[in-house]
């Protein structure tokens, strides 16, 4: 509680990000938040928004975040790739480059966005990765839904030690383990960068220790000349827009991409007859330009990569195999990767 009351007297002087799940206690205690974040595509968490006005606040939410929560109203909506595949695939045919989250909690995805703005400061706070008393859940950010999530996870909350600021070790669980290996692995690759110029303060009180983070209190902090004088959410969302990829960009790259895929369901639809139709695994010319046709295109698709990458693995290890079964396999991987280029061509085609 101490936070929030610190995070109310200098609300004036910080962008307040939040994630949904805290947005609550912070409307509680007389907060708006500038920006909300959301990364996980479940309709329970609507919850986190339900019955509070974001009215005056920018969400930034994953693709495929449920409608019940992006027909709310807020300032304004962004949505930010959460996977990296997303931006990888559009990035190559648009003048702005997709946000792409980093990591697989929403804070920390989150700070990744953030980071990418090149602030001259983020502050964090509330992000303990710590347990107190041993307990999972022992603040007021708790839902119906969390029991149920880790009712099989026994002593997990205790599983793990973390170093904290106070030179002690506390305990902790997988998930937060986790989270706080990949901030720490996020803050050192943005500080590789020689133009990083970010001021990183941790400013949670008693929680794990940091790498990257200076431990400072919230108030010294804001009343320090790093804290900003004013802030202006308006100048913020138009800095996003400016940022964002526009319809034209969209159009460009589903129009490259239709024709890329269209060329790829065609391919596959030969090789697809090939391995039906013949017993043997000998391929004649034609089929071997095919498949150097399709290995060529397909490896400047980022999600085709993605999804072959675990079915070839499976094809590749069993070659050693009779030849009934590599012909089976081989016709159940053509089928699945056909299957997939042909709901992606569908969605193309629907969107145009």
Not at 99 to 115: D, K, P, W
Not at 171 to 182: G, V, W
Not at 296 to 313: A, G, T, V
């Amino acid at each position: 509680m101490n936070d929030l009351n610190d995070i109310l007297r200098f609300k004036s002087q910080f962008f307040i990000c939040t994630v949904a799940r805290a947005a609550r206690a912070l409307f509680e205690c007389g907060i708006t938040p500038d920006v909300v974040f959301t990364v996980d595509v479940i309709d329970s968490n609507y919850d986190f928004f339900s019955g509070l006005d974001f009215s005056k606040t920018l969400l930034f939410s994953s693709v495929g975040t449920s409608k019940k929560i992006t027909s709310k109203k807020f300032k304004a909506k962004f949505f930010i790739d959460a996977t990296g595949i997303l931006g990888q695939e559009l990035n190559r045919y648009c003048k702005h480059h997709i946000l792409s989250g980093s990591g697989s909690s929403v804070s920390v995805q989150g700070l990744s966005v953030l980071l990418s703005f090149k602030p001259r400061s983020i502050t964090i706070t509330g992000q303990d990765l710590v347990y107190t008393e041993g307990e999972r859940f022992n603040s007021g950010a708790t839902y119906a839904t969390d029991q149920q999530l880790y009712e099989n996870f026994d002593n997990d909350a205790t599983r793990y030690s973390l170093l904290t600021q106070e030179n002690t070790y506390k305990r902790t669980s997988s998930d937060l383990k986790i989270f706080h290996t990949q901030i720490e692995t996020l803050v050192a690759a943005a500080k590789a960068n020689p133009k990083f110029i970010t001021k990183l303060i941790n400013s949670s009180k008693g929680g794990a220790l940091i790498k990257g983070f200076k431990h400072q209190k919230f108030v010294d902090f804001a009343l320090s000349k790093d804290a900003l004088s004013n802030k202006n959410i308006d100048d913020f969302s138009a800095m996003l827009h400016r940022a964002t990829v526009n319809q034209n960009d969209v159009k460009k790259y589903m129009i490259r991409r239709g024709r890329e895929v269209s060329q790829i369901m065609e391919y596959l639809e030969t090789l697809l007859d090939h391995y039906r139709q013949n017993e043997n695994l000998q391929k004649s010319e034609k089929i071997c330009q095919k498949q150097i046709k399709l290995n060529k295109l397909q490896s400047r698709l980022p999600l085709l990569i993605m999804l072959i990458r675990p079915l070839h693995w499976r094809l590749r290890e069993n070659q050693g195999e009779n030849e009934m079964l590599v012909r089976s396999m081989q016709i159940e991987f053509y089928k699945k990767y056909h299957s997939f280029v042909t709901q992606w061509n569908l969605a193309l085609l629907n969107e145009k």
